[in-house]
């Protein structure tokens, strides 16, 4: 389906849910983006874990923390907009 045969109410920015509910998603989607950018937080060698420094360790701790937060923001998403 092309954007052209797409009705308007389709296109619509606003999403279903309350603002409870988009508060949620805005802060699951958030907390990655702060802890990423926070580098000086974890820009270390120590504390080593299996021989690997805390900085590579931590980074991917968070890689798989954060695709779990994208994935409970998108399945909220989901269910606001009236999905299973």
Known sequence: MTTAEVGVDELSLETKGTTGQKVVVALLLLIPMVVFALTP?????GPELFGVTFFYWF?????FVSAAL????ALLLNKMEGGK
């Open 70 to 73: 994208f994935t409970g923001a």
């Open 59 to 63: 980074l991917t701790f968070w890689l």
């Open 41 to 45: 937080l974890y820009n270390s060698k």
